[in-house]
Nanobody, 128 residues
């Protein structure tokens, strides 16, 4: 059974940094795409960054240049380095992953059924 466990959230002041981690377990292969999503109170869940099996990364316009995603295939862990954080980055951040063998998402930043597995979320709060 696939499980995703996020860690690294917390509270920081504007301009600060945080690094989120998402460890995946239960996969029999490493050929699956993954993504980071976030949801603020009263808002829809939105894509932040997505990475395919080739290591290509797509970022949302709102975080481009400030956030950096990476994946350590040996550790089955996805990371999100968040710099220059803004109060509007405050949200619950979720890691998501596709099914084994699904290396590419047709709409990588859309929180749709292509992402079969979701983590429990980790809260990021940025104060001004």
């Amino acid at each position: 059974q696939v499980q995703l466990v996020e860690s690294g959230g917390g509270s920081v002041q504007a301009g600060g940094s945080l690094r989120l981690s998402c460890e995946a377990s239960g996969y029999t292969e490493v050929g699956y795409c993954m993504g980071w999503f976030r949801q603020a109170p009263g808002k829809e869940r939105e894509g932040v960054a997505a990475i395919d099996i080739d290591g290509n990364i797509l970022y949302s316009d709102s975080v481009k240049g400030r956030f950096s995603a990476s994946k350590d295939n040996a550790k089955n862990t996805l990371y999100l380095q968040m710099n220059s954080l803004k109060p509007e980055d405050t949200a619950m951040y979720y890691c998501a992953a596709a099914d084994d063998g699904v290396g590419y998402a047709t709409d990588p930043l859309s929180p749709n059924d292509e992402y079969k597995y979701w983590g429990q979320g980790t809260q990021v709060t940025v104060s001004s």
